[in-house]
């Protein structure tokens, strides 16, 4: 009795492409916090083996955060995943120690996010103020252009 091969269909590899980090971020964040380590500050290179190696772990890393992350949520009989939850899943999975800088990171990141709101609805209100403003013009405009219509119909007519 023959066995089929283990190939993927493609709706399977779809799925698996879509598990998978980035490559090109994976090889930056490596590269990066090695060169920081490293005593020569000089170019890293890193094996195409270590890469799949850091991006897998990392997936399994984050798919483990999000599990614990929502076993957190629904024991508070809740359905979307905060903030808390995460950084209470960390504590529950012994990495205590990203919480503060993860924290630190998060508070920033909405710092510059309401930042970036505020000017966005600055702009959006300057940009209404001219549309008020825009009308008004048109309007004058569509009466001038009534009279020439109008006077042009009359030196049509004579």
């Not at 309401?114 to 008004?136: C, V």
């Not at 048109?138 to 009359?154: F, K, R, S």
């Amino acid at each position: 009795m023959a066995t089929a091969a283990a190939t993927p269909t493609v709706g399977e590899k779809v799925v698996a492409d879509a598990d998978e980090l980035p490559k090109a971020i994976v090889k930056r964040l490596v590269k990066d916090k090695l060169s920081q380590l490293s005593q020569d500050g000089g170019e890293i290179q890193v094996q195409k083996d270590s890469l799949l190696a850091f991006s897998e772990s990392s997936r399994i890393f984050i798919h483990y955060l999000s599990a614990t992350a929502n076993d957190i949520c629904k024991e508070a009989k809740r359905q979307t995943i905060s903030a808390e939850d995460v950084f209470k899943a960390l504590e529950e999975i012994e990495f205590p120690e990203f919480v503060a800088s993860l924290r630190t990171s998060l508070e920033e990141f909405k710092r510059k996010n309401a930042k970036r709101k505020s000017d966005s609805s600055k702009s959006k209100e300057a940009k209404k103020g001219k549309t008020e403003e825009t009308p008004k013009e048109n309007g004058e405009a569509q009466e001038n252009g009534d009279e020439d219509g109008n006077a042009a119909v009359a030196a049509d007519s004579e």
